[in-house]
């Protein structure tokens, strides 16, 4: 195994969904104690969209650095159309390149489990965090 083609930009791709619930978290913190809990239904889709965009950014420039990294080291890299698809590209890079299936394991794990999770925990922080000072 191969343990070093397994690179920051990667391993961050991996977590980008949890960071995506951390940095909407963060956001809402940020304004809702800028406008002293000021809250409607605009707002909120105008952080989570701000969230959103940011996210999808940084993880086309982590998924584009990580291809580049993996042809640098004349690693197999699948194409980038499975970006749209990220499981499988995780499990096909993975595979491939004989690196075991951790990664594969924690994304799917992060993704569909706690993200849920950390969302609600966060979003009940703030819920009180508000009442609290309100």
């Known amino acids: 195994m191969n343990k070093y083609l397994n690179d920051s930009n990667f391993k961050l791709l991996v977590f980008l969904p949890l960071i995506y619930v951390i940095l909407n978290f963060t956001l809402a913190f ?5 406008n002293y809990g000021d809250i409607n239904q605009n707002t909120v889709e105008s952080i989570d969209s ?22 640098e080291n004349n690693a197999y890299c699948p194409s980038w159309g499975w ?12 595979k ?13 794990i992060s993704t569909f489990l706690l993200t849920k999770a950390l969302s609600k925990i966060l979003t009940a922080l703030l819920i009180s965090y508000i009442r609290s000072k309100y």
Request: hydrophobic share 60%; aromatic share 28%.
């Open 30 to 34: 940020v304004y809702f104690s800028m």
């Open 50 to 71: 701000l969230s959103l965009v940011v996210a999808v950014i940084f993880s086309i420039v982590m998924f584009r650095r990580d291809l580049s990294f993996l042809r």
């Open 83 to 94: 970006y749209f698809i990220f499981p499988v590209y995780i499990y096909k890079r993975q």
């Open 96 to 108: 491939n390149n004989n690196l075991g299936m951790f990664y594969f394991w924690v994304y799917l």
